[in-house]
């Protein structure tokens, strides 16, 4: 998958098997899992010793419905993007705290394609690969998608 | 004239009463005529229970023609004035749920019982299905959790199939491939393990009071609400390991506490801390029918937007709700309250607008043992 750049890969998520087949999936992607947090510590911790480029976030975590908050943190402290990874898309905050987009769980491995393809476009500036269609369980935060379309 | 031959020798008492002059036109072959079309069974009986007349209506209730009724000792159940409940069984029928008023009077010259016997087994049948309709109702306020619950299962196998597949393909004899078929039979068997419980807790079952163990039946439940409730809301147990066991139906108590979970986490917007305690309570409790049997209190509190005192005093009645439409039937707190007051206890809810609701159930002690 050389078609695209490596990204420094950080994976919140507190269920074990998900969290690992993520790590499958983005490492048959060319991409590096640089960690696997379950909570809120363990994921800024991670962000400050290894600085990731994106962070796949679930919604739900060991420590509670901490999702967003760590997203706000990656983003304006650690200058990370970020994904949300949930199965309940309701509880995403309006402004997407600040994400690029959402993957509704449980996806595919080529919905998770389609998302490391999304953010390579983001990164690279290029607004007609970011407008390119993607997977139905894939929705792109209201606020950048009023860019684009 | 008006004093024609008793239809029935005895029943001049019936005729004597200060009613006389108003109902003075009505004959005695009409009030005959009541006794023998009304839809209540009554019947007659000497003080040792021997049956001495029985209305058709009784005949229908007892499923025994009235000489055969007239030679079944019947026993005296109840107390003049009092207020019964019965099983009959009837033969080749299905038993009728009877209730039955007694009073004292005279009946041919000797002291005799007049017994009201009214069929209530359609209001019976009636009240089991809504208890089982509450319960279902309590059930679906929980179906969002559980819906994201199961749907997250699914996630997890979906991803561990694949995991498999992959490390299969790669190499069927690493250790990764056992590890990974433990953990699914692992969740596998979590999940099982709820649907058990909503199964059991769906059941059709008749209200029976039973000597409960509280605390268990909390632990037991909390396991359902950690998982139904939302990521968001935090269980916090203080239960005293010293309570005894309580007299109640266990099957309606989930519901309650069912109910009252699900209330908190709507008045917290679905954030919190919900809290469930268990104690003693207190023995000269104000409004307790029981009080020298004994109370066990069980509190269920939350940390959300607390109720004006408006609402407050609307918030047993059935069907009121503060949700929107759609949201809320206005069942849940009213069929706690039912339930409570039907078991011989009582409800106190206290809280005020910004500090959060507490809901005090009193739950009448089980008897001691032997």
Not at chain 2, 233 to 238: A, N, S, T, Y
Request: proline share 5%; net charge negative; aromatic share 4%.
């Amino acid at each position: 998958m050389s078609e695209y750049g490596k990204l420094r890969v950080l994976i919140v998520e507190d269920e074990l098997l998900i969290a690992m087949e993520l790590e499958s999936c983005l490492a048959s992607l060319g991409q590096e899992v640089i960690g696997i947090a379950a909570e809120s510590g363990e994921a800024l911790e991670l962000a400050r010793t290894a600085s990731p480029d994106l962070a796949m976030v679930d919604l739900h975590l060991r420590d509670g419905c901490t999702g967003p908050q760590i997203a706000a943190d990656l983003i304006h402290r650690h200058k990370v993007l970020v994904v949300f990874s949930t199965g309940t898309p309701h509880h995403i905050p309006s402004d997407y705290a600040g994400a690029l987009a959402a993957i509704i769980k449980p996806w595919s491995p080529e919905a998770v394609e389609h998302v490391v393809r999304f953010v390579h476009a983001y990164r690279a500036g290029d607004r007609t690969a970011m407008a390119a269609p993607l997977l139905p369980g894939i929705s792109i935060a209201p606020s950048l998608r009023a860019t684009l379309f | 004239m008006r004093r024609e031959p008793c239809a029935q020798a005895g029943s001049t008492e019936l005729l004597a009463a200060p009613e006389e002059t108003q109902f003075a036109h009505i004959n005695q072959l009409s009030f005959r005529r009541l006794i023998e079309t009304t839809a209540d069974g009554v019947l007659v009986l000497d003080l040792s229970g021997v049956v001495l007349y029985a209305n058709p209506a009784a005949e229908e209730i007892f499923g025994h023609s009235k000489d055969e009724l007239l030679n079944i000792p019947l026993g005296r159940p109840v107390a003049s004035g009092e207020t019964a409940e019965l099983t009959v069984r009837r033969p080749g029928k299905k038993p009728a749920e009877v209730e039955m008023r007694v009073v004292e009077f005279a009946w041919d010259g000797r002291p005799a019982i007049l017994a009201s016997l009214r069929d209530i087994s359609a209001r019976r049948a009636h009240e089991e299905r809504q208890r089982q309709s509450q319960k279902l109702e309590a059930i679906g306020r929980l179906s969002a959790g559980l819906v994201h619950d199961l749907n997250n299962l699914l996630g997890v196998f979906d991803a561990g199939l694949r995991l498999l597949r992959k490390q299969i393909a790669e190499d069927p004899a690493d250790p990764k491939v056992d590890m990974l078929i433990e953990e699914m039979l692992k969740r596998a068997k979590t999940g099982g393990a709820l649907t058990q419980q909503l199964l059991a807790f769906s059941r059709r079952q008749p209200l029976t009071p039973t000597a409960i163990d509280l605390n268990a039946r909390i632990d037991s439940l909390t396991n359902l609400l950690e998982r139904t409730l939302g990521g968001g809301v935090k269980i916090e147990r203080k239960l005293d390991a010293a309570l005894g066991p309580v007299l109640i139906d266990a099957n309606q108590l989930d519901v309650a506490l069912l109910n009252l979970a699900a209330n908190g986490r709507d008045a917290m917007g679905g954030q919190g801390v919900l809290t469930i305690e268990t104690c003693e309570a207190p023995s000269d409790l104000e409004d307790l029918p029981n009080a020298a049997a004994g109370y066990v209190r069980v509190t269920v509190a939350d940390s959300g937007s607390g109720m004006s005192e408006d609402v407050l005093a609307q918030a047993f009645e059935p069907f009121f709700t503060t949700k929107g439409e759609g949201d809320g039937t206005g069942l849940g707190l009213s069929q706690v309250y039912g339930f409570v007051r039907q078991s011989g206890g009582q409800v106190r809810i206290d809280s005020e607008v910004g500090t959060g609701t507490r809901v005090h159930l009193f739950l009448p002690r089980a008897p001691a043992e032997g």
